[in-house]
């Protein structure tokens, strides 16, 4: 896959410049191409040529990071296994994807049950950083998510997939180099995390990540204020915590910021656009299922942009990649419909893990432009306008119906934020004591007088929509992929 032969070139290029900046520490190319290589010569040694599905403890060190290129090298894919996860899911995780070896850089093991490489006691050797031949169908990590079953479900992404990615985000003309300093925020279980680190090392940049001891939205105030963060992709969550310092952010050096994950309000994103004069801003779009993100829209700062209920839009596909909108008997929509966005195109999966129900449930084959084509559906409801951009509009399961009302939380939460001005709410669907639906809204914020908003939304929207019941947090809580969990704030209801 050409991705590796780029990574085999940038490394030996920029072998005295820094890759990764962890916890306060540099480490250069050079540290990472003799860790990658001591990592790599014990899986030749410990791992049969037969076994490609490899676990890898989810550390922030430089061990984790070249694990993963070690094992991608010897044509085998990594399934990150997260430290801070509950004990069953991991395992769980591990028998689903038939693990037998886990490369850990823990100062103890963690799953002292199965055979374990442990990463930093790796002997020294020469450095090689050449790929073996491989197909491109075979995976390069397998990413676990959360499933309606309880279950996690896998999500294999192949080299084809992931070189699909890399090949349509270079056609996005975002130009990085070796002088860029890129933010890592995600947890290496999170997808987006794989362009944070992939990219950056592909043009001798360098990786700043977020240490687990740190409060996240802090420290990536403290990167981008210290370090002159240049690139950053990071989930819409991070601008709720970082606006009151909107005031005193002043970022010149940035150069393109990104966000993906959730739903991008418009009107932070013109407040955010204010702290980086000269950032470009891209709002992208894409599930784990199509490979990190598949979608792009350009911000505009100085003319007017496309939006739905107060939601930036999400734009076109990217280079490789296709969508279209559909109604409930998969029939594809014309132009400013609302109906379920599914993806199709060279990102796209070949299927969930060793899960046919589930494959059967989310992919299907329709003729696009005269050809069988397969998509997948997102749970997305979307809109594309006339000239192919597409409008968010929300979860097909935050659609939820009240007294036989098709109800979209996004547009509540639209019209109670246009009245509050700054501060962040959730719109929520809860059950009241009967087990009857009902909107339930979360306010960031001190306990404050509600008449006036409720009189507002009376003006904007139909009484069912109204929500029945109302409650107040500091501070929304952050799931470990750093979106708001709106499961922990639904929550809030059953305490009061």
């Known amino acids: 896959m050409q991705f590796l032969t780029d990574l085999e070139f940038s490394t030996n290029k920029y072998l005295h410049r820094d890759a990764f900046f962890i916890n306060g520490l540099s480490y250069t190319y050079s540290d990472l191409?003799?860790?990658?290589?001591?990592?790599?010569?014990?899986?030749?040694?410990?791992?049969?040529?037969?076994?490609f599905n490899i676990g890898v403890v989810a550390n922030d060190d430089l061990e984790t990071y070249a694990s993963i290129f070690a094992l991608w090298l010897e044509g085998k894919a990594y399934v990150p296994l997260s430290p801070e996860m509950p004990v069953e899911r991991n395992e769980n995780i591990i028998s689903q994807a038939f693990l037998k070896t886990i490369i850990d850089s823990s100062s103890s093991p963690l799953f002292g049950t199965i055979k374990t490489i442990r990463s930093k006691e790796c002997n020294s050797v020469t450095v090689d950083l050449h790929p073996i031949e491989i197909t491109d169908e075979s995976a390069v990590y397998i990413l676990f998510t959360s499933g309606t079953t309880g279950q996690p479900k896998g999500v294999p992404i192949s080299r084809k997939n992931l070189q699909g990615f890399v090949d349509a985000f270079h056609n996005m003309k975002i130009a990085v180099d070796e002088n860029d300093r890129c933010l890592q925020m995600f947890e290496l279980t999170f997808d987006l995390s794989v362009m944070s680190y992939l990219i950056p090392l592909l043009h001798g940049a360098c990786v700043y990540t977020i240490p687990k001891d740190k409060i996240k939205f802090a420290y990536i105030f403290e990167l981008m204020d210290e370090q002159r963060?240049?690139?950053?992709?990071?989930?819409?969550?991070?601008?709720?915590?970082?606006?009151?310092?909107?005031?005193?952010?002043?970022?010149?050096?940035m150069k393109y910021s990104l966000f993906c994950g959730e739903a991008l309000p418009i009107d932070i994103t013109i407040e955010w656009s204010k702290c980086l004069p000269n950032a470009i801003i891209h709002n992208v779009y894409g599930p784990t299922e199509d490979t990190i993100f598949c979608t792009s829209y350009v911000f505009q700062k100085e003319e007017s942009n496309k939006s739905y209920n107060g939601i930036l839009s999400i734009g076109k596909s990217m280079l490789g990649n296709k969508n279209v909108i559909i109604d409930e008997e998969n029939n594809v929509l014309p132009f400013n419909q609302?109906?379920?966005?599914?993806?199709?195109?060279?990102?796209?999966?070949?299927?969930?893990?060793?899960?046919?129900?589930?494959?059967?449930?989310?992919?299907?084959?329709?003729?696009?432009?005269?050809?069988?084509?397969?998509?997948?559906?997102?749970?997305?409801?979307?809109?594309?306008?006339?000239?192919?951009?597409?409008?968010?509009?929300?979860?097909?399961?935050?659609?939820?119906?009240?007294?036989?009302?098709?109800?979209?939380?996004s547009e509540i939460e639209f019209h109670v934020k246009s009245f509050l001005d700054k501060i962040s709410i959730v719109?929520?669907?809860?059950?009241?004591?009967?087990?009857?639906?009902?909107?339930?809204?979360?306010?960031?914020?001190?306990?404050?007088?509600?008449?006036?908003?409720?009189?507002?939304?009376?003006?904007?929207?139909?009484?069912?929509?109204i929500p029945k019941r109302i409650e107040f947090i500091e501070?929304?809580?952050?799931?470990?992929?750093?979106?708001?969990?709106?499961?922990?704030?639904a929550l809030l209801f059953n305490e009061s």
């Not at 050809?371 to 306008?385: A, I, P, V």
């Not at 001190?446 to 006036?452: D, L, R």
């Open 338 to 409: 609302i109906g379920q966005l599914c993806l199709g195109g060279v990102q796209l999966t070949t299927g969930y893990w060793n899960n046919e129900d589930k494959n059967l449930e989310s992919f299907f084959m329709i003729y696009d432009k005269g050809n069988q084509t397969r998509f997948y559906k997102t749970g997305d409801l979307c809109s594309m306008d006339n000239e192919g951009d597409l409008m968010y509009i929300g979860r097909l399961d935050t659609q939820i119906k009240i007294q036989g009302f098709r109800v979209e939380l």
């Open 33 to 51: 191409s003799n860790s990658i290589s001591k990592i790599r010569n014990s899986i030749r040694n410990e791992i049969s040529a037969t076994e």
């Open 475 to 489: 501070k929304f809580m952050l799931n470990s992929n750093g979106k708001t969990d709106r499961k922990r704030l």
């Open 427 to 465: 719109a929520l669907a809860i059950k009241d004591a009967k087990g009857n639906t009902e909107i339930g809204l979360v306010i960031e914020s001190q306990k404050i007088e509600t008449e006036a908003l409720l009189i507002y939304m009376k003006m904007k929207m139909p009484a069912y929509m």
């Open 229 to 253: 963060l240049t690139f950053a992709l990071m989930v819409p969550s991070i601008l709720h915590y970082l606006r009151p310092y909107f005031d005193e952010i002043h970022f010149p050096e």
